[in-house]
T-cell receptor, first 106, second 113 residues
Framework: KQEVTQIPAALSVPEGENLVLNCSFTDSAIYNLQWFRQDPGKGLTSLLL?????REQTSGRLNASLDKSSGRSTLYIAASQPGDSATYLCAVPGRFGAGTRLTVKP | DGGITQSPKYLFRKEGQNVTLSCEQN?????MYWYRQDPGQGLRLIYYSQIVNDFQKGDIAEGYSVSREKKESFPLTVTSAQKNPTAFYLC????????????FGQGTRLTVV
């Protein structure tokens, strides 16, 4: 059974820092991996989708990488801003991690 | 504009009652999903449907039922058999079941009173 784990569970950084969120999965036979953002009490907003044949995807200050062989993905956020404060979740089809709660302090 | 609409945003249920949560999408997506989210936990899959008139149980289907009579709609009924229904429910859709991007609604918060 596929398990998805995210480390750390929570992260607090000062504004302007670059940061990395980690996601690991136990079964490397995945079609894709998706990163989401969730604000309190809201639904999920898709950030990046990496297909199994891809190594990384970039959108603005966000960069996500995928290493299927090691069962890992990372989400890199450059020059963090207070508006980036949210919970970030990674998912493979049908299976989600518990998320990393990010706080960016002004 | 295109998207997924869940209603209501907040729902209160008395013990022993069935309630139905609505999910509608105008993205022309084939696949639709229902997830449950509890505080501090990831999303857990309740039911999913890859095509009209077909659906499969997810990890926690007991106490829930769904229908998929139309491509645009995938309502979830929380029955009285669900012993702990208080949670945040999220509906999602994707063009296909596996290798396409999933989009989510804004969720329904169900509280048993």
């Amino acid at each position: 059974k596929q398990e998805v784990t995210q480390i750390p569970a929570a992260l607090s950084v000062p504004e302007g820092e670059n940061l990395v969120l980690n996601c690991s999965f136990t079964d490397s036979a995945i079609y894709n991996l998706q990163w989401f953002r969730q604000d309190p009490g809201k639904g999920l907003t898709s950030l990046l989708l990496i297909q199994s044949s891809q190594r990384e995807q970039t959108s603005g200050r966000l960069n996500a990488s995928l290493d299927k062989s090691s069962g890992r993905s990372t989400l890199y956020i450059a020059a963090s801003q207070p508006g980036d404060s949210a919970t970030y979740l990674c998912a493979v089809p049908g299976r989600f991690g518990a998320g990393t709660r990010l706080t960016v302090k002004p | 504009d295109g998207g997924i609409t869940q209603s209501p945003k907040y729902l209160f249920r008395k013990e022993g009652q069935n309630v139905t949560l609505s999910c509608e999408q105008n993205l022309n997506h084939d696949a639709m999903y229902w997830y449950r989210q509890d505080p501090g936990q990831g999303l857990r899959l309740i039911y999913y449907s890859q095509i009209v008139n077909d659906f499969q149980k997810g990890d926690i289907a007991e106490g829930y039922s769904v229908s998929r009579e139309k491509k645009e709609s995938f309502p979830l009924t929380v029955t009285s058999a669900q012993k702990n229904p208080t949670a945040f429910y999220l509906c999602a859709s994707s063009a296909g079941a596996t290798n396409t991007e999933a989009f989510f609604g804004q969720g329904t918060r169900l509280t048993v009173v």
